[in-house]
């Protein structure tokens, strides 16, 4: 029979890939607060929840509190404050943000952690790959994102769905509303093409900045690296769920090349 396999780390480096090409089907089943409803919602997902404390927080304090602030990502922040954060962060303190932070200044750190990411949140290996799919369109754009998607470790792919997630909510609030009391609730003015302006560049990095003529060969794609981010945020639900039919593919390999993984997917559920 199949041996146990309590830990990932215990898998093959073949099994692990073949764990990670399931890394993108995230229902949040760990998440304690979920209905009971979504119970019968688990995904073949083994692996822990990979994203760093700051992009999580940073995001959460933005959802709370400035949802509806305008010009968020685009206003300025006090660069003094933002530093503190930054460092609080850097020293591994458990750094808790509330209303008594500046939304602009968590706004501004986290653009900050991305475009500082030693390797940037898309990997620069990929990144003619996914500007390549700048110039297709609809289902086939759309099946080349999601297996590109597929190639990212683990944290990045976790940490890129839960910034996209964030930003289709900002974009979600960018036109004035009204409230249940007829107040109107004024629209934060950012637009999926704004973030994706704004963000295109921190996500999607060709050359470390700073590195010479990083600037002047990221213009030249500026446009396709939009269109590009652009398309992750409004799709990002269908990119990020594996279909079953895929799903029922890995498995039926997995239980021809690698029966262990097969019984550590079932303890796990």
Not at 103 to 130: C, G, N, Q, W
Not at 140 to 161: G, I, R, W
Request: charge should be neutral; charged fraction near 25%.
């Amino acid at each position: 029979g199949a041996m146990s396999v309590d830990s990932i780390a215990d898998l093959s480096d073949n099994a692990s890939r073949l764990l990670e090409a399931l890394q993108l089907s995230h229902p949040h089943e760990l998440d304690p607060r979920r209905s009971l409803a979504k119970k019968k919602m688990l995904s073949l997902n083994p692996i822990t929840w990979q994203v760093p404390r700051i992009v999580d927080r940073c995001c959460r304090h933005i959802e709370t509190h400035g949802l509806q602030t305008v010009g968020i990502f685009r206003v300025g922040s006090s660069k003094k404050r933002v530093q503190q954060l930054r460092e609080e962060f850097d020293r591994g303190r458990d750094v808790f943000l509330d209303e008594q932070q500046s939304v602009h200044d968590v706004a501004a750190l986290l653009k900050e952690f991305l475009r500082d990411m030693p390797d940037s949140l898309i990997p620069r290996e990929l990144y003619a790959a996914f500007l390549s799919t700048a110039s297709m369109e609809g289902p086939a754009q759309l099946a080349a994102l999601q297996l590109l998607l597929f190639l990212l470790p683990p944290c990045h792919s976790d940490t890129l769905h839960r910034l996209l997630r964030f930003l289709s909510e900002v974009a979600r609030h960018a036109e004035s509303s009204w409230g249940p009391d007829g107040q109107e609730l004024p629209g934060n003015k950012m637009t999926v093409s704004n973030l994706a302006t704004v963000f295109g560049p921190n996500v999607l990095q060709k050359e470390k900045p700073g590195e010479k003529d990083a600037g002047a060969r990221n213009f030249e794609d500026s446009a396709a690296i939009i269109l590009v981010l652009q398309r992750l945020i409004e799709h990002h639900q269908t990119l990020f769920t594996v279909s079953p039919a895929m799903q029922r593919d890995i498995l039926r390999r997995l239980f021809q090349t690698d029966p262990d993984v097969i019984d550590y997917l079932l303890r796990r559920k």
